[in-house]
C-alpha cells in the first residue's frame, strides 16, 4: 500500500468536508475483542446518494456498517445522523432514528410468509413503502407473497429482505453484499431496484465486492484497505483510479 494515500499526519488530500452530509462518520474506531479493526474511519453520503465501500475481503467493510448500526458497540469517533450522534444512543435507538441494515446473512423470518415478514417490522417514519409499491417494484415477491421463507430462492429472500427495510421509512438503507452467490438475472434485478430507488431519493451505503456491479449503481466510491479508507472518488473518475482498484482489489 502506497504511504502516499495515508499521511502520517492530518487527513489524506481526498477527505473534503460536506456540510450537507446526511451521515458524517468521523475518527470511528472499532474492535471485536482486543483486535483493533476500524482505524480512524471518515466517510460521508449525501441525502439521496449511493456511496459503495471498496476493498477485499477482510478490509473492513461489513464491520463499518456493523459500528454504524451500533450492533459492534467497542467504537469509538462520532456517526452523526441529520445533525444527531448515534454513538450515545442504544441499539434499538439507532433504527428508529433512520437506519436500515441488510445484513449478508439476510435475516429473514423463516417460518413466516413473505407477507408477513413485509409487515412485521415497525415503521420508523413517515415515507415508507406500501406492500402494494414493494410487490410493483419486486413482482417475484407477489408472487410468493404466502410462501414461508424457507421455500425463497436465494434471490428471493434477498429482495425480501431489501423490501422489509423499504416499509420502515428509513432514511438510509445499509447493503452488505447483495449480490452474493446470486444468478445473473437476479443480480441485475437488484441492480435495476437500487437505481430506481436512488430515483426516489432513497440514501444508501452499499458494500460489494461485485465491482462491475457496483459501478452501474453508486455515485461516489470509498476504497479501504487494512480498516483504513485510502480513497475515494465519484463514479466519473472511475477510470482514472483503475491502476490503484487493481493493485487493491484485483479488477
Sequence with gaps: MSSARIP?????TWVQSMTDALLKIRALNAWYG??????GIDLDIRQGETVTLLGR??????????????????????????????????????AQMGLGYVPEERGIFASLSVEENLTLPPKVAEGGMSVEEIYRLFPNLQERRNSQGTKLSGGEQQM???????RT?????L???????????????????LVALKQRGMTIL???QNFRFARKVADRFYLMEDGRM??????????????????????
Aim: aromatic share 0%.
Design 8 to 12: 502520517v499526519c492530518g487527513k489524506p
Design 34 to 39: 482486543e483486535s483493533h479493526i476500524l482505524h
Design 57 to 94: 475481503n477482510g478490509a473492513g467493510k461489513t464491520t463499518t456498517l456493523r459500528a454504524i448500526m451500533g450492533i459492534l458497540r467497542r467504537r469509538e469517533g462520532t456517526i452523526n445522523l441529520a445533525g444527531k450522534d448515534l454513538t450515545v444512543l442504544p441499539l434499538h435507538r439507532v
Design 160 to 166: 425480501l429482505a431489501i423490501a422489509r427495510v423499504l
Design 169 to 173: 421509512g428509513a432514511k438510509i438503507i
Design 175 to 193: 447493503l452488505d453484499e447483495p449480490t452474493e452467490g446470486l444468478a445473473p438475472v437476479i443480480v441485475q434485478r437488484i441492480g435495476d431496484v
Design 206 to 208: 452499499l458494500v460489494e
Design 230 to 251: 485510502v480513497n475515494s472518488f465519484a463514479e466519473h473518475e472511475l477510470d482514472d483510479h483503475m491502476n490503484e482498484l487493481h493493485d487493491v482489489l484485483g479488477v
